[in-house]
């Protein structure tokens, strides 16, 4: 048989590497930024057109090359970073694979021109597909410009592949935070199709922090510091009660490389522990320093995984300094306030002064009979200046006492909520009677029992279906502000502001601007609190920043889900008794009453024969 085996073509290898390599443009925009860094520049611009689809460019004012060098650093495996292997445990610069540049230059056009500083003349050279196309002499500044163009030109397949150019942008606005937030003292330029979306002067890493993510940051940032002979750590978190309902502003740096690392992410959550939601994530900026020997970042190419020697000890002084210093900054409680699972009352209750107890038994409430009882006074739900609970409640009354057929109006809207109420014929004895119980469900009878149905689930469907109306019949209905609010964002979240603009104004949001990096909101939905619009806004943001990456999703269902969910009663909210019976003829006039918007059960239903069961 003849030997069949041969060596691939340099520029076929290359294309295979640049799979690994580049992934999409913010791979690109990281290595490029990456090598600036290395090439120890002190201002870096990044210039992207359509999401980097069209152009990626850095521009720095480091090192710069020879001729010859600016030649040789297409090459595979061509770097000047470290020349043996044992540099590999002591590295100090961001890249050492010297694979970057060639595999960029095997899946793109790109033109470079670079000079270093002792040098009259720079070198201006074109690449396409790895093969140099043009090498000149050039009159050029100190420092390198990188222009990658028409990414993934001759593979298709990949460049199909790629999201739309806002998803792309998202994606490289992702990485340029990062690498932005591990160097504060090198200033930072990024312009996106011709307009600045960062400008970032040289500074300490709280003004880099608070430059990036908005005025507002400074306020959430409680300082963190320790020095023990394994790391030394420094940096940010933020304040419990900032913390989000979704992971947003997470950030590792190990010697100044972003890293994820669950294992010390968990370190964190656990410092946090009592002191924020189950469901929401604490934000951090945390800077460790190690003796690079001790740790591996070799294992995976693109270089955010690494691995510790131990991993152990880093765990340990991370929890308690993190937990020390929400301590000392004095947003630990002193005593940790009483935790009773069965209550799980949400974080923000802790703050709130003490009410004398309400006890919610309906003292009309009588099991045996089935007519509409006085209500007992309690503490409504409502907000001061929410009708609707009322006027829908008031509405479903009359036709109840009018008309015989009422019951089918609040429940034969729905199948599957319908055969829950087979039998229930006698429609004035529907929802009349109900009681809450633990301050979060709320038991209504029904002829074959009873239903028990979770207060905030309940709520939040109510809520969700009323979004998506207002939303898709554009009808939404807006209080008006007094005052205009002013409310500071950073950049990147006017961005998304801007691009969700449409969507908050159909469920009620009305904006005067919304650009530089303030807006200004003159109306808000009618079931939102003036004091509450930044809190909701923030979550409506990193809701859409979080789900955008995933195009399989409407904006206005997002949206909606997030705001419901923001403003439905809580567990833990006593309800008095026209706001439980409100809340409950609204859910069964829903057309998914069963289900929450995040698809957890709403309601159960105990039958008399199994309430029989448990007196056997
Ligand atoms: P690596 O960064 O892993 O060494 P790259 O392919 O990214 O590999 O770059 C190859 C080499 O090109 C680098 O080692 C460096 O010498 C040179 N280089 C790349 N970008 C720059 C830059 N912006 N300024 C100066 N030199 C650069
Ligand atoms: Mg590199």
Not at 9 to 17: E, F, G, K, L, S
Not at 51 to 69: F, P, W, Y
Not at 114 to 122: A, D, R
Not at 474 to 503: C, H, R, T
Request: aromatic share 8%; proline share 4%.
């Amino acid at each position: 048989m003849a030997d069949i085996i041969k060596l691939l073509p340099d520029h076929v290898a290359n294309q295979i590497a640049a799979g690994e390599v580049v992934q999409r443009p913010a791979s690109v925009v990281k290595e490029l930024l990456e090598n600036a860094i290395d090439a120890g520049a002190n201002n870096i611009k990044l210039i992207i057109k359509d999401g980097g689809k069209v152009l990626i460019q850095v521009v720095d004012d480091g090192l710069g090359m020879s001729a010859t060098d600016a030649r040789l650093s297409f090459e595979r495996h061509a770097t000047s970073k470290i020349q043996k292997a044992e540099d590999l445990f002591n590295l100090s610069t961001k890249g050492f694979r010297g694979e970057a540049l060639a595999s960029i230059a095997a899946i793109a056009h790109v033109e470079m021109q670079t000079k270093p500083e002792n040098k009259e003349l720079g070198t201006h050279i074109k690449i396409e597909g790895s093969k140099i196309i043009f090498q000149e002499a050039s009159v050029t500044p100190k420092g390198t410009s990188m222009a990658v163009k028409n990414l993934f030109f001759n593979i298709l397949a990949r460049r199909n592949f790629l999201k739309s150019n806002q998803v792309e942008l998202r994606h490289i606005t992702d990485e340029f935070h990062r690498v932005a937030l591990a160097h504060p003292t090198i200033a930072f330029h990024f312009y996106n199709n011709g307009s600045e979306l960062f400008n970032l002067p040289s500074d300490n890493y709280r003004k880099r922090i608070v430059n990036i993510f908005g005025a507002r940051t400074n306020q959430k940032l409680v300082p963190v510091e320790e020095e023990t002979p394994i790391v030394v750590i420094k940096g940010f978190i933020t304040k419990p009660e900032f913390a989000k309902k979704s992971r947003g502003e997470q950030f590792f740096f190990i010697n100044n490389r972003f890293v994820k690392s669950p294992y010390l992410h968990h370190a964190i959550v656990a410092a946090f522990e009592g002191l924020i939601k189950s469901d929401s994530y604490p934000g951090y900026f945390l800077y460790l320093e190690v003796d690079p020997a001790s740790i591996d970042i070799n294992i995976h190419p693109t270089k955010t995984e690494v691995k510790f020697d131990d991993e152990h000890s880093l765990y340990a002084i991370l929890r308690s300094t993190v937990k020390h210093s929400l301590g000392q900054f004095n947003v630990a409680p002193a005593l940790d306030f009483e935790h009773d699972p069965n209550l799980q009352t949400p974080y923000e209750f802790k703050n709130k002064s003490v009410i004398q107890p309400n006890v919610t038994v309906n003292s009309g409430f009588n099991p045996f009979q089935e007519t509409k009882n006085t209500p007992t006074a309690s503490r409504s739900y409502q907000k001061p200046n929410t009708q609707s609970w009322e006027s829908s409640y008031v509405g479903h009354e009359s036709k109840m006492g009018a008309d015989d057929s009422a019951g089918s109006i609040s429940f034969e809207s729905d199948i599957i909520t319908g055969s829950i109420f087979e039998g229930e014929k006698e429609s004035t004895e529907a929802v009349t009677t109900t009681f809450q119980i633990r301050r979060k469900y709320i038991v209504t009878t029904i002829k074959s029992g009873m239903v028990v149905i979770d207060q905030s689930r309940a709520h939040q469907r109510v809520l969700y279906e009323k979004f998506l109306k207002n939303s898709t019949v554009q009808q939404a209905v807006s209080q008006q502000l007094l005052f205009p609010l002013y409310i500071a964002f950073s950049k990147s979240e006017i961005i998304a502001l801007q691009e969700i603009e449409d969507i908050l104004v159909s469920i009620g949001f009305l904006f005067e601007k919304i650009e530089g990096e303030s807006i200004t909101v003159t109306g808000v939905p009618l079931l939102v609190a003036e004091s509450e619009v930044g809190m909701i806004l923030d979550q409506l943001i990193s809701d859409y920043q979080q789900e955008i990456t995933d195009e399989s999703f409407s904006h206005t269902d997002i949206l909606s889900k997030t705001l419901a969910k923001t403003l439905a009663v809580k567990t833990g909210e006593t309800l008095d008794n026209a706001s439980q019976i409100a809340l409950v003829n609204d859910l069964f006039a829903c057309k998914e009453a069963m289900v929450s918007p995040f698809n957890k059960p709403v309601y159960i239903t105990i039958t008399e024969n199994d309430i029989d069961k448990k007196f056997i």
